[in-house]
């Protein structure tokens, strides 16, 4: 079992601009002190591996692709991105990805803020899961 886990979902429908952060929404599970969730982050605390597996429903407002991508402190996680091609405005798309996120300690503690951002065609977004869980 790992040290810590997060399951954080959000089934309020959200608006989301081209180059806008998903809220995340609230927390539904939580163990231990190395996963948190702030704001529209989740907080990573603490040396070692992050598995993070995110779901996400959208509506965008027009045909064309849509991209959903994890940054790690502002920075695009390689690989941690999902994208779909809707034909028409309103098409419900499903956008899932997993990744593996290294939290680097040389000299000591560290914390990193993971965010979710959309990108192409704005959209809404109907429905977010994140889990997170630290190995």
Same mark, same amino acid.
């Given at each position: 079992m790992s040290k810590s886990a997060i399951y954080v979902a959000n089934n309020t429908a959200q608006n989301v601009a081209?180059? /806008?952060?998903?809220?995340? /929404?609230?927390?539904?599970?939580?163990?231990? &002190?190395?996963?948190m969730l702030s704001g529209?982050?989740?907080?990573?605390? /603490? &040396? /070692?591996?992050? $598995?993070? $597996? @995110? =779901?996400?429903i959208v509506a965008p407002t027009a045909a064309g692709n849509v991209t959903i991508t994890m940054y790690k402190d502002g920075i695009a996680v390689p690989g941690a991105?999902?994208?779909?091609? @809707? *034909? *028409?405005?309103? $098409?419900?798309?499903?956008?899932s990805f997993s *990744?593996?996120?290294r939290e680097y300690c040389p000299c000591g503690e560290s914390s990193s803020n993971l965010t979710f951002v959309l990108s192409e065609t704005a =959209?809404?977004?109907?429905?977010?899961?994140?889990?997170?869980?630290?190995?």
């Open positions: 081209v180059n /806008g952060l998903i809220n995340p /929404g609230t927390v539904i599970r939580r163990f231990g &002190c190395n996963l529209t982050a989740i907080n990573t605390n /603490g &040396c /070692g591996y992050y $598995d993070i $597996d @995110a =779901s996400f991105s999902a994208t779909a091609t @809707a *034909a *028409a405005e309103n $098409d419900i798309l499903n956008l *990744a593996l996120v =959209s809404n977004v109907t429905n977010v899961a994140i889990v997170g869980e630290k190995l």
